[in-house]
């Protein structure tokens, strides 16, 4: 069956509430289809936006029915969220829901919930959980694919707080996934899910606010901008810092250029979860250096990605990647600073694009899952914004990117590389899932519940 004749079929049997857009000068359509990052962007059949569960799960079985090809968005920042015109954009922003459930310590999140979504639901009854860095990013994928955030040194991965899930597998049935229903697959989606059906509800586990640090649970938010020359103090007070076991914190160590004036600088952005006395004590060695700007402010659960809001712009060129470390190789990243100035000065328009470090002080969570993204034990990760303008740069700007992950890398055997699966699907598949045995675990529950590779070929 043609994309047109599926679609002709589907418009009769969907809600009237659902959505069917197929006008490419449409102005839903075009907006729809914006994305965070063009590269690759591609304009798809149709952008297909089911406005209930109901809706979903009929879409997702008339097109595995009628072999359509079909991806699903939620936020648009994934880089794999676009399809050419022969299939569609399974686009899940009309249906969602999400629904604390503070006496029982969970939240149920369904469709395409966003990250403010989640958060301001969830701080009106006094809980929070694992959340990332972006009011617009999609919860249900971001938990799916392993959940980094600033709080897991308080509460783990969002994946590991995955408490059971509902999904569309490939044969269009529905499947629960909880620790006594198809464990295995439970086990599967804290931090692959991805990869073995179309998700539409998580039940995940939350806190209290106050264990954030704070009886209203607020946390401390650090700015302290250094020039590139003074790196190597910054590195020799910041390894203290990172490692602290008394103080729970984490953060970025970037190597930026800041509006207005897009001058390079190394700014320390860390987030501290005690009071702003406690956090001015701990970041005192900091401001003794003499940075060229400091501050240190108060923010909220609620809002705990406002600050970032330019980030979540969408268009223009960006690519994300995020990599594992064992532990902090300051003369690696000093060495960034130079790779750095040499991106700027070979791109013209890409002064948007840095290099960063994030820490996570030792992690205060005992309770910690086993899932499949595992990583338990990594503290630091790489992080690569490539941002540019120009589509001539894709090449030199990708070999920036990769030559930034090899510096970091430098030093590190091989076989302990770790690429965060949620950035990569080019990398090969033992550096997203650490240990022969987890990838062996992964490729036998892939052959199970999706043997054809309907949710894209990876593990297969």
Not at 279 to 307: I, N
Not at 433 to 440: L, N
């Amino acid at each position: 069956m043609k994309l047109g004749e599926f679609i002709t079929v589907l418009h009769d049997k969907l809600s009237p509430d659902s959505k069917i857009l197929t006008d490419q000068q449409d102005n839903d359509f075009k907006t729809s289809l914006e994305r965070w990052s063009n590269i690759d962007l591609q304009v798809p059949g149709a952008i297909i936006k089911p406005a209930n569960e109901a809706d979903v799960i009929l879409t997702t079985r008339e097109a595995l029915k009628a072999s359509i090809p079909f991806v699903p968005a939620s936020g648009g920042h994934s880089p794999w969220s676009t399809i050419n015109e022969d299939g569609f954009i399974l686009d899940l922003s009309l249906f969602k829901d999400v629904v604390p459930e503070a006496s029982k310590s969970t939240v149920t999140v369904r469709g395409g919930v966003l990250m403010k979504e989640l958060q301001l639901a969830l701080g009106a009854v006094g809980q929070f959980t694992t959340v990332g860095n972006g009011n617009t990013v999609g919860v249900i994928p971001y938990f799916l694919n392993g959940g980094i955030s600033a709080y897991t040194p308080l509460i783990g991965f969002g994946s590991e707080n995955i408490l059971s899930a509902r999904l569309i597998i490939a044969t269009g049935e529905i499947m629960e996934a909880t620790e006594t229903t198809n464990p295995e697959l439970l086990w599967a989606i804290r931090g692959a899910g991805q990869f073995f059906g179309i998700v539409i509800e998580l039940v995940i586990r939350t806190y209290p606010l106050s264990m954030i640090g704070n009886p209203d649970g607020s946390r401390q938010l650090g700015t302290y901008v250094f020039l590139p020359q003074q790196a190597a103090e910054v590195c020799r007070v910041m390894e203290k810092i990172m490692v602290d076991q008394e103080h729970v914190s984490a953060g970025h160590m970037m190597i930026i250029c800041p509006p207005p004036k897009n001058q390079q600088v190394l700014l320390v952005a860390p987030q501290f979860f005690g009071s702003p006395e406690q956090a001015a004590k701990v970041y005192q060695p900091l401001v003794d250096l003499g940075p060229v700007h400091h501050m240190l402010t108060t923010s909220t659960f609620q809002t705990h990605s406002d600050h970032l809001e330019m980030m979540c712009a969408k268009g223009e060129f960006k690519r994300f990647n995020q990599l594992g470390l064992d532990r902090f190789h300051s003369d690696n990243f000093i060495k960034l600073i130079d790779l750095h100035s040499k991106l700027l000065a070979a791109c013209p328009g890409s002064e948007r694009s840095g290099f960063t470090v994030e820490w996570h002080s030792p992690s205060k969570h005992t309770e910690r899952l086993d899932a499949a993204f595992g990583n338990q034990e990594v503290d630091f990760w790489l992080n690569v914004l490539s941002w540019y303008t120009d589509p001539a740069q894709h090449e030199e700007i990708t070999r920036f990117d990769q030559a930034a992950q090899a510096q970091m890398r430098v030093g590190t055997e091989e076989i302990a590389f770790l690429s965060y699966t949620n950035c990569t699907r080019d990398d090969p598949i033992e550096y997203c899932y650490k240990g022969p045995e987890r990838v062996a675990k992964l490729k036998e529950l892939k052959k199970k519940w999706d043997p054809t590779g309907v949710f894209t070929k990876q593990l297969l």
